[in-house]
Structures are given as structure tokens and as C-alpha cells.
């Protein structure tokens, strides 16, 4: 666990001169799930992308398993799997098809694609759902397809980017449950997302961003000590006290 | 290696569980095909009128017109020349078939006889037909006039009985209908349409698969706009996936979908139209896979210039509508300099003369050789430009 898996080192990225990632560096450990917080346009998703290998870094760079993002992107996607915020599916056709689709992209055969897919949509609970088009689905099922297809090449680090926006409860409680068992087999995962009790329960460390600069690393305990103590402050009073209150959007 | 051919089969199993995209690009041009199986090819029957003029008034242009009022579907509308001009310039009729002076006389004498045929334009597909029944009702004439003529010269004032003569004169006849001695020619008087003579509907339907073909290009500029809308773009972008293999995966769809349409739509026109053999159909193919090519490349071009589907859609739908209409799906766009000149800026233009030669007109694809560099020089013009422009657009 305490072996670094992932390091950004002072990673900068504007669009027609506005900041968006202003100097960034953490670090992420193997195993690990690190979360990163932050309001509505903090920078991060702009600094998601630079670390997928989307977005190429004004400045900085990211170390993936030693592999530069800027150098080696051939080789650090090998390791990654990306959840998007947005839901980034081909909605006509069948759960299964997106998934073998996805899988084959990934590298795998066409068997190996299926059987991969198969396990997937086991692990996110929708096999009896394999060959239904995603169209029919609901929101949470989507989510949970959008999920599944991010495993389909079993990466060491996964990126979910507000994986749980938008479900019921017990679709949440289902995502939950499999970000800890793919952690629990090894997989090392940096979540963001806007539900504060979520980031509490699920991470081990958190990074919170705002302005596109990072104000604050720790563990949720850490952070909570800030501003009183551990046990009686919410992790949303500690994002409240760091980030402001002002309306953001 | 296999990811480009993945996409491939990938967006064409995508257009194929897209109602509104075979709807739009197959069940259309079935339906157009349909119905114009019902204009060109469903009457097998021939039905129309010959506008005839007669300025001769003799035995022979008599017989002339007795015998075509005797075809079977043909009626005979006889016409003063004045009558028949004024209908021409009116766009009345389309031809009139015109006896000179001077008919009966010269076959008489066994000299050349000629009809003159005015018309309008190409004179339609009816006029074709009826100029070309008056042209096979005189020679058939001037045989009978000719061995009537040998029979006379040779046998009157002999022993011979009549009934000997009449067998002779009819064997002469025979004869004569292959190897007349007496030659009948058809003047075309007017505008002289294609050179070709070939009809309307050999044009139409290499024209409407081009034009279908064409279609492809809005299919084809849509590809990266609706894999960005979709949000799959960026997710494709973070697998293993190199930008080339899905550039190269995303042109092998265009080319797929394109030459599905094209086999259905050959299929259709072989099978029900009667249009060209087997082996035109696989030359015609082997053509259309070159325009798909080509149409690919453009659609790819669009697509990685736009930044919405609206600007991918009004985009590839202007080209293609410049194409179709100056190609000459329509009409001849021989008829004026203008249009001739313009037509050959367009991709249509090559595509429908070299597909029409291969279904209608006994040619083979390697008479075509110009017209499918040109495919080719397009198609790999247009895909060093949208790649150039594709990684720019996709990062």
C-alpha cells in the first residue's frame, strides 16, 4: 500500500488562457483508493483527462507505474480503466456488445472479450440483463454498464469520475460494494464525487481541489482535524470550510 | 491489426439495429427503385404513337404507314409538317417521323431512302422506340421492294409459273432482309441528346445508386461527432486504440455500409429491372466499392472538420446535393456546354457513365479505367486530408 502507484508532478492546464489545473501534484499509492473532491469546475475532470491520456499537460507530467503519460501513453492506457462522468455507451445496442466492443479495444480476442464481459456484468449485477439493448435501461443500470466497461481490461487503476451521480441508493450501495471488492483484488482507484459521506466511507486518502489548485491531502480523519475534532466534524463541513460557501454554477 | 476491422463490423452492426438509418439508406432507394420499376419496368407491353409526316403520298410511304399501324401497340397519328413542328416546338410530342418527297420513287429504283426523324431533346424513351420501329418497318419495305424489283427483272416473260416467281421473290425477300441492297438510313433532325442513344432508364439507375452512394457521405461525416456526443470517443481514446487504427476503423465502416447499400441496390436492379448479367453485376460492384472509397474518404474529411452533427449534416448533405443534381442523376448533363463542363467537377458524373457502360452498355470496368483513377485518386486525397484534420479535431 505504501508503494506509489501514480504521481502527478506539477501538472498545468488552461483553455483560451483560463486555468483550468493550476500546479497539481499527489500522489496516489497502489491499492489505494484516493478521492478527489472538489465544486463544480475545480479542475477535476481536467486533470482526469491528463492522467488517461485524453488531455495532453501544458505542463507537468503523471507517472503511471513509472510510465510517463506525455512519453509512454501507449503504455500507461495498457494499465488504465476510465469510468467517464458522462455516460460513454452505444445505447441501441445490447449491454453485452458494448462490453465485448470495449474489450476488444482493450486488447483482448473476441473470446476473451466475452468471457471478460460476462464476469463483468456478473460483478455489477446485470447477466440477466446481457443482451437487452442499454437503451431500455434505467439510469442506475447505465451507470453500472458504464462501470463494467471500464474493468473489461482488468486495470491496475481505475479513474471513476463521479461514478454514482444520479442513482437510487441501492445502485449506489451496489458501486460501492464493487469499488471495495476490486480494491480488495489489488486495483488502485482514484474517485471523485460531489457526496461527501461517500468519499468519508469509501477512500483512504482524498486530495480537495479548488481553482484549479489542490488546498488540502489526507486521509478524511486528517482532514476532519483541521477544523475540530475527527469525530464530531462531517467531511462536507471540512469541504465547506476549504472551498466557501459561494455558489459555484 | 483486427481493431479497424472490429470498428468496421462494429458501426456497420450499429447501422444495421438503427431503424432510421436503413430506412433512410436502403428501404428509400428500394422504394424509389420500386417505383420506378412500375414507370420503366413493369409494362412489358410497348404503347405509344408515331407522329407521322408524310410528304411523299406514294405506294411505299402508304405501305409504310399501313405497316406500322399494324405493330401491336403502336398507333399512327398522321401529321402535316407544319402540324408537326408547331407540336415540337410545343413540346407536344417528342418526335415526329418525317416520309420525303421522293420515298416511293427512289426505293422504287433501288436508290438509298432516307426518314427523317424530328425530335426534341432525345426524343424520350418513346420516341426512341418508335423511331426505332420506323427504321426496322422501311428496311423491311425496301427488302420486299427489292426482291419485288429482282423478281420482276429476272423472270417476267419466261415459262416460270406465277406461284414459282411468288416463292422466288419471297426467298428474295429473305435475302434481301440480310443483305439489303437498298439502304435506309433515319435522320435525326433536332437536338441530338446522347451520343450513345442509350435510354432514360439505363441512366436513371446507376444514377440512383450514385446518388445513394452519395448518402453514405452524411453517414460518414456523422461518425466522429456522434462518438463525441456519445461521450465513447474519449473513452475510446484512453483503451489501446491507436488514432490511426481508428481512423482507419472508421473509413472501413463508411466503405461497408456504403457497398451494403450498393449490393442491395444491385441486386434489386439486376434481379428485378432486368438491368446488366452476373458479370456486370461483380464489375459493377467492383466499381461501386471504388466510389464508396471515394465517398468514404469525403464524409471522413467533413466529419473531422465539423464540430456538430448540424455542421457534419448540412455539410455532407450540400455536397451531396451538388453532386447529384450537376452529376446528372436526373438529366444529360450533355445537353448544354455548361452543365457538361460542370458535371465533370462532380465524382457523379464519372460514376454514373462508367456504371451505366457496365449494367447497360456491354462495356467491362477496364473500359473505365479513367473514370475509376479518378475514384481512387479521391478517395486517397481525401484521406490524407481528414486524417490531417482528424488527429487536429479528436485531441
Request: hydrophobic share 50%; proline share 3%.
Amino acid at each position: 500500500m505504501n508503494e506509489e502507484f501514480l504521481a502527478a508532478k506539477e501538472l498545468r492546464k488552461a483553455f483560451n488562457g483560463n486555468v483550468a489545473v493550476d500546479v497539481v501534484s499527489f500522489s496516489i499509492m497502489r491499492k489505494e483508493i484516493f478521492g478527489l473532491l472538489g465544486p463544480n469546475g475545480a479542475g477535476k475532470t481536467t486533470t482526469i483527462r491528463m492522467m488517461a491520456t485524453v488531455l495532453p499537460p501544458d505542463g507537468g507530467d503523471v507517472m503511471v507505474d513509472g510510465h510517463s503519460v506525455l512519453r509512454h501513453a501507449g503504455e500507461v492506457r495498457k494499465l488504465i480503466g476510465v469510468c467517464p462522468q458522462e455516460l460513454a455507451l452505444y445505447p441501441e445496442l445490447t449491454a453485452l456488445e458494448n462490453l465485448v466492443f470495449f474489450g476488444q479495444m482493450a486488447g483482448l480476442g473476441g473470446k476473451q472479450a466475452k468471457e471478460a464481459a460476462g464476469e463483468n456484468l456478473l460483478l455489477v449485477g446485470l447477466q440477466d440483463r446481457a443482451k437487452d439493448a442499454v437503451a431500455k435501461f434505467s439510469g442506475g443500470m447505465k451507470r453500472r454498464v458504464n462501470l463494467a466497461i471500464s474493468l473489461m481490461s482488468r486495470p491496475a487503476l481505475l479513474f471513476l469520475d463521479e461514478p454514482t451521480v444520479g442513482i437510487d441508493p441501492q445502485s449506489r450501495n451496489h458501486i460501492f460494494e464493487t469499488v471495495q471488492r476490486l480494491r480488495g483484488e489489488g486495483m488502485t482507484v482514484l474517485y471523485t464525487t460531489h457526496y461527501m459521506e461517500e468519499a468519508d466511507r469509501l477512500c483512504d486518502r482524498l486530495a480537495i481541489m479548488d481553482h484549479g489548485q489542490l488546498i488540502a491531502v489526507g486521509t478524511p480523519r486528517e482532514l476532519k482535524a483541521q477544523i475540530g475534532q475527527p469525530e464530531k466534524v462531517t467531511l462536507e463541513e471540512v469541504f465547506l470550510s476549504l472551498t466557501g460557501r459561494r455558489l459555484r454554477d | 491489426m483486427l481493431r479497424p476491422v472490429h470498428i468496421a463490423l462494429f458501426e456497420v452492426r450499429r447501422y444495421i439495429v438503427d431503424r432510421g438509418d436503413l430506412a433512410f439508406s436502403l428501404a428509400l432507394p428500394m422504394a424509389l427503385f420500386a417505383l420506378m420499376y412500375g414507370v420503366f419496368g413493369g409494362d412489358e407491353t410497348f404503347n405509344g404513337t408515331a407522329n407521322v409526316v408524310d410528304l411523299d403520298g406514294g405506294p411505299a410511304a402508304q405501305e409504310f404507314v399501313s405497316r406500322l399501324e399494324s405493330v401491336d401497340g403502336l398507333q399512327v397519328r398522321l401529321r402535316s409538317l407544319d402540324e408537326a413542328d408547331r407540336a415540337l416546338a410545343r413540346t407536344s410530342i417528342l418526335t415526329a417521323i418525317v416520309i420525303p418527297p421522293g420515298f416511293s420513287d427512289a426505293l422504287a429504283a433501288g436508290e438509298p431512302v432516307k426518314l427523317t426523324v424530328k425530335q426534341r431533346g432525345t426524343g424520350g424513351d418513346e420516341g426512341q422506340i418508335v423511331s426505332s420501329i420506323a427504321l426496322s418497318v422501311a428496311q423491311r419495305i425496301a427488302a420486299e421492294v427489292q426482291a419485288r424489283r429482282w423478281a420482276r427483272t429476272t423472270m417476267e416473260g419466261s415459262a416460270i409459273p406465277q406461284p414459282e416467281i411468288d416463292q422466288a421473290a419471297q426467298a428474295a425477300v429473305t435475302q434481301a432482309d440480310a443483305d439489303p441492297a437498298v439502304d435506309v438510313a433515319v435522320v435525326v433532325e433536332g437536338e441530338s441528346g446522347r451520343a450513345d442513344g442509350g435510354q432514360f432508364v439505363d441512366r436513371l439507375l446507376p444514377g440512383i445508386l450514385v446518388m445513394f452512394l452519395m448518402f453514405a457521405v452524411t453517414l460518414s461525416s456523422q461518425v466522429i461527432v456522434d462518438e463525441r456526443r456519445l461521450g465513447t470517443l474519449e473513452r475510446l481514446l484512453t483503451t489501446r486504440l491507436t488514432l490511426n487504427q481508428l481512423f482507419a476503423g472508421k473509413f472501413l465502416a463508411g466503405v461497408a455500409r456504403a457497398m451494403l447499400q450498393a449490393v442491395v441496390l444491385l441486386a434489386l436492379a439486376y434481379a428485378v429491372l432486368r438491368v446488366g448479367g452476373p458479370s456486370s453485376f461483380f464489375q459493377a460492384l467492383a466499381f461501386a466499392l471504388l466510389v464508396a472509397a471515394a465517398v468514404g474518404a469525403i464524409g471522413l474529411v467533413i466529419g473531422a472538420a465539423a464540430r456538430t452533427r448540424e455542421q457534419a449534416t448540412w455539410a455532407a448533405v450540400f455536397f451531396t446535393m451538388f453532386m447529384t443534381i450537376f452529376g446528372g442523376t436526373f438529366f444529360d448533363p450533355s445537353e448544354t456546354k455548361a452543365l457538361d463542363v460542370l458535371s465533370h467537377v462532380t465524382l457523379n458524373r464519372y460514376a454514373i457513365d462508367a456504371l451505366e457502360g457496365i449494367t447497360s452498355g456491354g462495356k467491362s470496368f477496364a473500359d473505365y479505367g479513367v473514370q475509376a483513377g479518378i475514384m481512387a485518386g479521391v478517395a486517397v486525397a481525401a484521406l490524407t486530408v481528414a486524417r490531417w484534420a482528424f488527429r487536429r479535431t479528436v485531441k
